[in-house]
């Protein structure tokens, strides 16, 4: 049963830096620091049925069971990367959400 970490990002202040920042420095980061990861996908949000959306960016972790996602949430590597996750969103915290499969 796989589980995922969903990080939602709020509108950044600069979205190009923002974008660049992500880009280059945080998925480096991610993909240097979080272990047991099985597929990350990246999908920038474009609005909901009632216009505006409160979130930019949504990213999902998808790691092959829970037990994977809590030994690498809890290791250095991923608080380093999660705290820089809300260094780059500029536009207020982001969301973490952690979902399962089944």
Known sequence: M???L??????PQDPALFDRQYKDDHLTLAAKNLTGVTKLTTQHVVGTP???APYYLVTEVVFESMDS???C???A???KT???AAT????GKPLFMIAKNG
């Not at 969903?6 to 509108?11: A, C, E, S």
């Not at 780059?88 to 536009?91: A, K, V």
């Open 69 to 71: 996602l809590q030994q």
């Open 6 to 11: 969903f990080v939602m990002y709020p509108r």
């Open 73 to 75: 949430a809890a290791s």
């Open 88 to 91: 780059i969103s500029t536009g």
């Open 2 to 4: 796989t589980a995922s």
């Open 50 to 52: 009632d216009g505006a």
């Open 82 to 84: 999660f705290s820089h």
């Open 77 to 79: 590597g991923a608080q």
